[in-house]
């Protein structure tokens, strides 16, 4: 290779690293969409704090709202993934209650890639 391929293969790598950002960014986050078995129970903004409590097949699971972002604060699974999730911010985020059937998922206003593939 000559030094004009090593300066063309560097300018394509920095335009990919700047692009990729922009291309897989989903918007600004604006609700949270709560599932149980596939079906929607609840779409809350994230402008406001609230806290629900949502029936699943191994009881009852509570999920929280803050400005800007949203998660599980509790769930009767035995593993806790979905509360280990923390908090989520991003568009198209996603945290899953398996045992109990819930899952908590944040939408933007554009959606630029599924996080689930079925």
């Not at 929280?64 to 035995?78: F, K, L, S, T, W």
């Not at 509360?83 to 630029?112: D, E, F, K, M, Y």
Request: charged share 15%.
């Amino acid at each position: 290779m000559k030094p004009g391929d090593w300066a063309v293969l560097l300018l394509f790598a920095a335009g990919t690293g700047a692009l990729a950002p922009i291309a897989f960014s989903g918007g600004a986050a604006e609700k949270a969409v709560v599932r149980r078995d596939g079906i929607v129970v609840a779409e809350l903004p994230l402008t406001q704090a609230r806290r629900i409590e949502v029936a699943g097949a191994l009881g009852t699971s509570v999920i929280e709202v803050q400005p800007g972002r949203a998660r599980v604060a509790a769930d009767p699974g035995p593993r806790q993934y979905c509360v280990r999730q923390g908090w989520l911010t991003q568009p198209n985020a996603i945290a899953i209650c398996a045992p109990s059937h819930i899952s908590l998922s944040i939408a933007g206003r554009a959606a630029s890639h599924d996080s689930l593939s079925y």
